[in-house]
């Protein structure tokens, strides 16, 4: 584990994962005095970044003891939790098939999951 790299514990398995995860970045903000504060979570990748990378970075988060919660539908990530994936570039050909029958690109299921995807200028 690198020193610098934040650990999280994990409920369940995510893909080669056991029981922790290491996550690049967390910080706090608080944007008001009766606000409750926001929780940003980074994860950096440095390669061309395919749905299977995305979805454990979204696994890591719903399954952590940190970020996640446990609801009627599922576990879901916590409210108030927002992952920040920054890398160099993403896969255009990657497609999500949802359980409804549709199919979007990976910019497009991060901005519906709440993720904010950051192109990284090398």
Known sequence: MHPRRITTHLIRSVGDLRMN?????VWE??????QPPITFVLE???NIVTKRNFVEFLNILRFSTDFGVDTPEGRQIRNGVVGVFAAGTFDPR??????????LTLSKYAARCNIQLIRRQT
């Open 29 to 34: 903000v608080s944007p008001g005095p009766l």
């Open 94 to 103: 990657e497609r999500l098939h949802l359980k409804d029958g549709n199919v």
């Open 44 to 46: 950096c990748k440095s």
């Open 21 to 25: 995860a290491e996550l690049d970045r």
